[in-house]
C-alpha cells in the first residue's frame, strides 16, 4: 500500500498524535527503531505484527486494571 493510502481510521481522531506516540513507546520496549519519517511500510509483517500486537496487549491491560479499580468487591 502506498503512503497515503492509509485505509485504518481512528475512533477519535484527536488522539492521532498520542496512538503515535504509544506506537513509538511499544516499538523501543521490544527492540524495533522507529521509521523517522513515519512510514511503516518498509518495516517487515513481523515487526508491525510485533508492534501491534504489544499494543493491544498493553490497552488490554490497562482496561483491565481500571476495571479493578472501579468495580466493588464482593
Not at 503515535?20 to 509483517?45: L, R
Request: charge should be positive; aromatic fraction near 6%.
Amino acid at each position: 500500500m502506498a503512503l497515503g493510502q492509509k485505509r485504518n481510521k481512528l475512533v477519535v481522531p484527536e488522539a492521532h498524535k498520542a496512538m503515535e506516540q504509544f506506537k513509538t513507546e511499544v516499538a523501543k520496549e521490544i527492540g524495533i527503531t522507529t521509521p523517522p519519517d513515519g512510514y511503516w511500510g518498509n518495516y517487515s509483517s513481523r515487526d508491525c505484527g510485533a508492534v501491534g500486537g504489544h499494543m493491544v496487549k498493553k490497552m488490554i491491560e490497562d482496561y483491565e486494571r481500571r476495571l479493578g479499580e472501579t468495580t466493588p468487591t464482593s
